[in-house]
């Protein structure tokens, strides 16, 4: 099954620690928000990329410990 990563930027609070855990997937923008690096697609308010099976962990630790809630692995 085809996983993927959905971030909501505009709720961030500019904790930082998706890009610090999960460098390949966030980095910090000049407004000291999250973002993802390589998004497939944009619908609304969210953002995703695909999440690759070896990283599915770390991004389900982010996603747990994101201090917005506004990471989900699908």
């Known amino acids: 099954m ?3 990563v959905r971030h909501k930027r505009i709720e961030c609070v500019s904790c930082a620690l998706c890009a610090e855990e ?24 969210f953002t995703f990329t695909p ?9 389900e630790a982010v996603e747990a410990a994101c201090p917005a809630g506004i990471i989900r692995v699908l």
Request: glycine letters at 6%; charged letters at 30%; proline letters at 8%.
């Open 2 to 4: 085809k996983r993927v």
């Open 22 to 45: 999960a460098p390949a997937y966030w980095r910090i923008d000049a407004d000291g928000l999250a973002v993802l690096v390589q998004v497939d697609k944009t619908r609304g308010p």
């Open 51 to 59: 999440a690759f099976p070896q990283d599915v962990r770390v991004l």
